[in-house]
C-alpha cells in the first residue's frame, strides 16, 4: 500500500516540474519575508526572477547550522508570529539550540510524510505502535505520534526510557510496531531477555528507527535479537523531524518524499554538487514548509542518491544510509574512517557483543583510537588468553577492512552506558579546543 500514491508515484518529469514551481516560490517567499534571506541574496547579488531549470538552484547560497545560531530563537521565521503553532529544538548539548517554528500546515506536512513512511513498511490501521522517541522539544516522539494518527492506527505514547515498564506493555498491549532509536531497540532486546519474557510471545513485527547513525550488519542484530523487521527512518529539526526519509519494504535506500524537501549532494570540500552516486553532504531544500522554510541546508549527513525505479513502485529518490556526518569523520594517522564503519566490523565478529564505544585520545601529537566493545558473560569470565585471541581477531577485521590498526580492549558486559535516545558512540579525550 501506499500513502499517497499521486505524490510518491509521479513521473520524474511532474516530479521536476513540480520541484522547480516550487522552488520558485519559496525562494520569493523567504526573500519577502526572511530578513536574513533578504540580506544574504542581495549581497551575493542575487536578482530574484523565475530559474526554469532545477540546475540553476545552484546558483544560491547554502544555510547552515550556524545561521540557525545567529538568528536565535525567531529570526529565520517566515511567517506572522501567530501562524505559528508549536516549536521544536535539536538535541545538540553545546550552545543555543536550533529552533524550528511551524504552522497548522507543516504539521500537517509532517504528518503526512510520516505517515507515508509507516506506510511504506506496512504500518496499517490495525497496527498498536509503541513509540519510544522521546517526546517534547525532540522531534522524534511527537513526528511519529502525528502520523500514527494520520493513518489512524494505535499509539501507546510510551516515550524514552522506563525499559522495563515498555517491556511490561510491549507484552501486555501486544505492541506490534517499536518506534525508537536502533540504540534503545537494542536496549530494549537486552531487557525483554532480562526478564526473561520469550520474545516469541511478544507482538512485535516491525520498527522504524532512526534519529542516529546504525549499521547495516547493526540491523542484523536488532532483527534478530527483538525478532522484528527493522527500517531506517532519517530527518533532523531544521527541516521538519523524522519524515524527511524513510525505507520501504525492500530495504535498499530511503525514499525522499521530494515533493516537500529537494535533495542535492555536494563534495562538503567545494561545495560543488556531485553526481548520482557519488558520496558526499547532503543538501536539503524545504518546498512547502511555511514556518522555517530553507534554502540549501547543509546537514552534514553523508549520503548519496539513487534515481533508479524501486521495486515497491515509488518513484521518489532513494538516499543510502547515512554513513555518518561530516563532523563525525576521524582521520587517523592519515586513514578517514567514520565510527559507523567500525560498528559494521564488529557486528560481524562472534563474541563481540553490539555494544560498544569508541575513545579517541592524542599521544605525542598523533590521534589514536580505542574501540571498547562488550563480549557475553562466559566469554568474558573465561582464560585471559581467550580475551586476547578475540581481541586479536577484532583488530584484525578492522584492519583488513579499514587498513587502520587501532586498539581493542574487550569489557565486561553492561559496563557500556545504554542509551534511550541518541547512542554517544565516541568519547573525545583530546582536549582540544
Ligand atoms: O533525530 C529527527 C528524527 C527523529 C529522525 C526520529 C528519525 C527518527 P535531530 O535531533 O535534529 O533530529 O538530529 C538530526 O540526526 O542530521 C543525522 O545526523 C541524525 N540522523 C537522523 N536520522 C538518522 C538516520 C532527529 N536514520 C540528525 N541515520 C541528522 C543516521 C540520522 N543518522
Same mark, same amino acid.
Given at each position: 500500500?501506499?500513502w ?19 522552488f ?28 526554469k ?8 547560497p ?32 553545546? *550552545?543555543?539550540? =536550533?529552533? !524550528?517554528?511551524?504552522? +497548522? &500546515? ?5 504528518? /503526512? ?17 509503541q ?38 506493555i ?70 521538519? *523531524?523524522?519524515? =524527511?526519509? !524513510?525505507?520501504?519494504? +525492500? &530495504? ?5 518524499? /521530494? ?13 560543488e ?21 530553507l534554502?540549501?541546508f ?72 580505542t ?14 588468553k ?24 574487550l ?23
Amino acid at each position: 500500500m501506499i500513502w499517497n500514491k499521486k505524490y510518491e508515484c509521479m513521473e520524474r518529469k511532474d516530479i521536476e516540474n513540480l520541484q522547480l514551481e516550487r522552488f520558485n516560490e519559496v525562494i520569493q517567499r523567504v526573500y519577502d519575508h526572511v530578513p536574513f534571506y533578504r540580506k544574504k541574496f542581495d549581497k551575493e547579488g542575487i536578482r530574484l526572477k523565475k530559474i526554469k531549470s532545477l540546475k540553476d538552484i545552484r546558483n544560491f547560497p547554502f544555510t547552515t547550522k550556524s545561521d540557525f545560531r545567529d538568528n536565535y530563537p525567531f529570526g529565520l521565521i517566515a511567517v506572522p508570529f501567530e501562524k505559528i503553532e508549536e516549536f521544536h529544538t535539536s538535541s545538540g548539548t553545546t *550552545g543555543k539550540p =536550533v529552533v !524550528n517554528g511551524y504552522t +497548522k &500546515k507543516d504539521i500537517q506536512i509532517w504528518a /503526512e510524510v510520516v505517515a507515508r513512511g509507516l506506510t511504506a513498511i506496512g504500518v496499517r490501521r490495525n497496527d498498536i505502535i509503541q513509540n519510544a522517541y522521546g517526546y517534547g522539544l525532540f522531534t522524534g516522539g511527537i513526528g511519529h505520534h502525528y502520523g500514527v494518527q494520520l493513518i489512524g492506527a494505535k499509539i501507546i505514547p510510551a516515550s524514552g526510557g522506563q525499559t522495563k515498564r515498555q517491556v511490561m506493555i510491549m507484552k501486555d498491549f501486544k505492541s506490534t510496531v517499536l518506534t525508537c532509536t536502533p540504540s534503545y531497540a537494542l536496549h530494549i532486546a537486552e531487557i525483554v531477555k532480562e526478564m526473561g519474557v520469550d520474545i516469541k510471545n511478544l507482538s512485535l513485527r516491525m520498527g522504524n528507527l532512526g534519529a542516529e547513525t546504525w549499521s547495516e550488519n547493526m540491523r542484523g542484530e536488532i532483527e534478530e535479537r527483538l525478532n522484528i523487521e527493522a527500517f531506517d527512518v532519517y530527518g533532523l529539526t531544521e527541516i521538519i *523531524g523524522p519524515g =524527511v526519509a !524513510n525505507e520501504c519494504k +525492500k &530495504k535498499n535506500g530511503l525514499h525522499i518524499f /521530494e515533493d516537500h524537501f529537494l535533495p542535492e549532494v555536494i563534495d562538503p570540500k567545494t561545495g560543488e554538487v556531485l553526481l548520482e552516486g557519488e558520496e558526499g553532504e547532503l543538501i536539503i531544500t524545504t518546498l512547502t514548509r511555511e514556518g522555517t522554510p530553507l534554502i540549501r541546508f547543509r546537514t552534514g549527513d553523508i549520503t548519496s542518491l539513487n534515481y533508479e525505479l524501486c521495486k515497491c513502485g515509488r518513484t521518489q529518490v532513494r538516499m543510502s544510509r547515512i554513513k555518518g556526518r561530516t563532523d563525525d569523520m576521524l582521520t587517523i594517522r592519515g586513514v578517514n574512517v567514520f565510527p559507523s564503519q567500525i560498528e559494521n566490523i564488529l557486528m560481524q565478529i562472534e563474541g563481540a557483543e553490539p555494544h560498544y564505544q569508541l575513545i579517541l585520545e592524542r599521544k605525542r601529537g598523533l590521534d589514536e583510537l580505542t574501540v571498547e566493545v562488550e563480549t557475553s558473560p562466559e566469554i568474558f569470565s573465561d582464560e585471559v588468553k581467550r580475551l586476547e585471541i578475540l581481541e586479536g581477531k577484532i583488530a584484525r577485521g578492522i584492519e583488513e577492512a579499514l587498513g587502520l590498526r587501532i586498539r581493542v580492549r574487550l569489557v565486561e558486559p553492561k559496563s557500556i552506558k545504554r542509551s534511550m535516545g541518541k547512542a554517544k558512540r565516541l568519547i573525545d579525550k583530546r582536549n582540544l579546543k
